[in-house]
């Protein structure tokens, strides 16, 4: 029982430090609203274009809004880490019995905890300008997220762990997350462009939770795309899983 | 039975001819209940050796037992019967002296009353109480200090690790905090400390180790240390005849070696304790008046010196 209870006290440790400080929630609550107010107005005129994929412009873009702010908000939680290994927080936890899966977990869950909470601001907000989606969809779309956010904020974390400075992480991070949303037809449906590129996508996981997050938002639920997104996207985040929770035990110096 | 034992205990870095040798067989046996200490100057491996003890780092060779457990075998379980007091602090800014401890308390197992139990108690112990509840990003660096030290003794553990324990503390401040480490012997706590300041090794040490690249140079108390380096030197001025005094001086057993100069006569003696009163009968028998009399020991930087062949001052500057 070790496990569960260790990443409960270490999840509420990062949820209590998260919600005492005033900046982070008003950040965290900001930046949905910045997508839907700077983002949202292009999607009304574009929507119109001949070619575009059916089921209305908040259908298309909505969900690839969401997987993108999941991929943002994870990848940079690493940053929070290192902040943690400067102060000697993870050394002193080190040096507790404490489960190391739990360390990892706890502060993975908040970041899933927060992305989600984001996200269903989003879908909330955008409602009232023509997003349809159904209880059951919203369920599915939401647990794609809490697994992109699991195994980005793992991934995260791992590299925090192994490069240990702000300096290194900061460059990695971007350039590793770029290619990654690029191709995965988040801005724009991956069906507008050349075999070439297309070939490559498929190289991006990224892009079956994006296929999958449309596929739901059509009222697809029962499509295969939905599966298979669902299925990468809990393969990659155990891994990811297992591999940071290695970092934790690690010796970090 | 000691509470520490290592035996060849060996950390090396990197592999191939880029191999670095931190610490290169470490014996030590620390008893229960003492101050022990580290001395040595940055680098010389005695944070990597803190850092293997203390379940941080794997030792690349050698074996140790700590608080009756194999190191190597069941870190684990070691964890669960030490303490430790990182260089960087461990408590964060944004959180309280109170939640980081019943934290700490849970992390080790402690259901959450008597993890409030005993933060109360410690907070009470490190004069915390008034500070308890403000985040810890207000506190002073000697506040901070007295938090980290209290999260380390959280779980009633056995042996405390502390790593550099007063660096960049305020005089003052460093003082309250060897009050504490003093405090932890009377309770029973081994504490294991490293430090690159002579004088807090001297002032707080029951027993110390000189490490220097990787090895420990020489292990004792802080007096044997010392007398072991050159005894202590007794310097006096006399009424009368220098010269018989100096003879009469010379001749005597407990007088390594004696000389004049400005006027004063300096001698090098095993004890100077035992050889002051010895001294005066000696005088007062030849009818030789005493002008001026003064006992100096030997600083732990002479024993670091004559050990190393470097002065522990200039590298800590």
């Given at each position: 029982?070790?496990?569960?209870?260790?990443?409960?006290?270490?999840?509420?440790?990062?949820?209590?430090?998260f919600?005492?400080?005033?900046?982070?929630?008003?950040?965290?609550?900001?930046?949905?609203?910045?997508?839907?107010?700077?983002?949202a107005?292009?999607l009304?005129?574009i929507?119109?274009?001949?070619?575009?994929?059916?089921?209305?412009?908040?259908?298309?873009?909505?969900?690839?809004?969401?997987?993108?702010?999941?991929?943002?908000?994870?990848?940079?939680?690493?940053?929070?880490?290192?902040?943690?290994?400067?102060?000697?927080?993870?050394?002193?936890?080190?040096?507790?019995?404490?489960?190391?899966?739990?360390?990892?977990?706890?502060r993975a869950?908040r970041?899933?905890?927060?992305?989600?909470?984001?996200?269903?601001?989003?879908?909330?907000?955008s409602?009232?300008?023509?997003?349809?989606?159904?209880?059951?969809?919203?369920?599915?779309?939401?647990?794609?997220?809490?697994?992109?956010?699991?195994?980005?904020?793992?991934?995260?974390?791992?590299?925090?762990?192994?490069?240990?400075?702000?300096?290194?992480?900061?460059?990695?991070?971007?350039?590793?997350?770029?290619p990654?949303?690029?191709?995965?037809?988040?801005?724009?449906?991956?069906s507008l462009?050349?075999?070439?590129?297309?070939?490559?996508?498929?190289?991006?996981?990224?892009?079956y939770?994006?296929?999958?997050?449309?596929?739901?938002?059509?009222?697809?639920?029962?499509?295969?795309?939905?599966?298979?997104?669902?299925?990468?996207?809990?393969?990659?985040?155990?891994?990811?899983?297992?591999?940071a929770?290695?970092?934790?035990?690690?010796?970090?110096? | 039975?000691?509470?520490?034992?290592?035996?060849?205990?060996?950390?090396?870095?990197?592999?191939?001819?880029?191999?670095?040798?931190?610490?290169?067989?470490?014996?030590?046996?620390?008893?229960p209940?003492?101050?022990?200490?580290?001395?040595?100057?940055?680098?010389?491996?005695?944070?990597?050796?803190?850092?293997?003890?203390?379940?941080?780092?794997?030792?690349?060779?050698?074996?140790?037992?700590?608080?009756?457990?194999?190191?190597?075998?069941?870190?684990?379980?070691?964890?669960?019967?030490?303490?430790?007091?990182?260089?960087?602090?461990?408590?964060?800014?944004?959180?309280?002296?109170?939640?980081?401890?019943?934290?700490?308390?849970?992390?080790?197992?402690m259901?959450?009353?008597?993890?409030?139990?005993?933060?109360a108690?410690?907070?009470?112990?490190?004069?915390?109480?008034?500070?308890?509840?403000?985040?810890?990003?207000?506190?002073?660096?000697?506040?901070?200090?007295?938090?980290?030290?209290?999260?380390?003794?959280?779980?009633?553990?056995?042996?405390?690790?502390?790593?550099?324990?007063?660096?960049g503390?305020?005089p003052?401040?460093?003082?309250?905090?060897?009050?504490?480490?003093?405090?932890?012997?009377?309770?029973?706590?081994?504490?294991?400390?490293?430090?690159?300041?002579?004088?807090?090794?001297?002032?707080?040490?029951?027993?110390?180790?000189?490490?220097?690249?990787?090895?420990?140079?020489?292990?004792?108390?802080?007096?044997?240390?010392?007398?072991?380096?050159?005894?202590d030197v007794?310097?006096?001025?006399?009424?009368?005849?220098?010269d018989?005094?100096?003879?009469?001086?010379?001749?005597?057993?407990?007088?390594?070696?004696?000389?004049?100069?400005?006027?004063?006569?300096?001698?090098?003696?095993?004890?100077?304790?035992?050889?002051?009163?010895?001294?005066?009968?000696?005088?007062?028998?030849?009818?030789?008046?005493?002008?001026?009399?003064?006992?100096?020991?030997?600083?732990?930087?002479?024993?670091?010196?004559?050990?190393?062949?470097?002065?522990l001052?200039?590298?800590?500057?």
């Open positions: 029982m070790r496990i569960p209870r260790d990443t409960w006290l270490i999840f509420q440790r990062h949820m209590g430090l919600l005492r400080n005033p900046v982070w929630v008003a950040i965290g609550l900001i930046q949905p609203l910045l997508y839907l107010l700077l983002f107005p292009l009304k005129s929507a119109s274009v001949r070619g575009f994929p059916p089921g209305g412009a908040y259908n298309v873009f909505v969900p690839g809004l969401l997987i993108q702010l999941g991929l943002f908000g994870a990848t940079s939680v690493g940053f929070g880490l290192i902040h943690e290994l400067r102060i000697g927080v993870i050394e002193r936890m080190r040096v507790t019995p404490v489960s190391r899966l739990a360390l990892l977990l706890g869950l970041d899933v905890v927060t992305l989600l909470v984001q996200s269903l601001l989003i879908v909330l907000l409602l009232p300008f023509g997003l349809t989606i159904h209880v059951t969809g919203l369920l599915v779309i939401l647990a794609l997220l809490a697994l992109i956010g699991l195994l980005f904020a793992s991934l995260s974390y791992a590299v925090a762990l192994w490069v240990k400075s702000e300096d290194s992480f900061a460059p990695l991070v971007f350039s590793a997350t770029l990654l949303l690029l191709l995965s037809g988040v801005l724009l449906p991956m462009a050349p075999d070439w590129l297309r070939a490559i996508a498929l190289a991006d996981p990224l892009s939770a994006v296929d999958a997050g449309r596929s739901v938002f059509n009222d697809h639920l029962g499509d295969v795309s939905v599966v298979k997104g669902v299925a990468i996207m809990a393969a990659l985040a155990m891994v990811a899983v297992a591999a929770a290695r970092s934790f035990n690690r010796a970090v110096a | 039975m000691p509470i520490i034992e290592t035996s060849g205990l060996r950390r090396t870095f990197g592999g191939g001819k880029r191999a670095v040798e931190a610490v290169a067989g470490v014996d030590l046996a620390v008893e209940g003492e101050i022990f200490g580290f001395l040595g100057p940055n680098g010389a491996g005695k944070t990597t050796t803190l850092r293997m003890l203390a379940t941080l780092l794997t030792p690349t060779g050698g074996t140790a037992t700590v608080a009756g457990c194999d190191l190597r075998r069941s870190p684990q379980r070691v964890r669960e019967r030490i303490g430790y007091v990182g260089q960087a602090g461990g408590s964060d800014l944004q959180s309280t002296a109170r939640s980081e401890l019943v934290l700490q308390g849970r992390l080790h197992g259901a959450k009353p008597d993890a409030q139990r005993r933060a108690e410690l907070l009470a112990l490190v004069e915390l109480e008034a500070a308890a509840d403000r985040s810890t990003g207000t506190y002073s660096g000697g506040q901070r200090r007295r938090l980290d030290i209290a999260i380390g003794l959280m779980h009633e553990p056995r042996v405390l690790f502390m790593d550099e324990p007063t660096t503390l305020d003052q401040s460093r003082a309250r905090v060897w009050e504490e480490v003093r405090r932890l012997r009377e309770h029973g706590v081994t504490v294991f400390l490293t430090t690159h300041y002579l004088d807090e090794a001297d002032a707080l040490c029951d027993r110390l180790a000189i490490i220097d690249h990787g090895r420990i140079v020489i292990e004792g108390t802080p007096a044997q240390l010392k007398r072991q380096v050159a005894g007794v310097t006096l001025g006399v009424d009368g005849d220098r018989q005094a100096l003879l009469l001086l010379k001749a005597q057993s407990f007088v390594r070696e004696a000389d004049a100069e400005d006027g004063l006569i300096r001698l090098y003696v095993e004890r100077g304790e035992t050889a002051l009163p010895a001294i005066l009968r000696l005088l007062d028998g030849a009818g030789l008046g005493l002008r001026e009399l003064s006992l100096s020991r030997p600083s732990l930087d002479d024993v670091f010196l004559r050990q190393t062949g470097r002065s001052r200039e590298q800590a500057a």
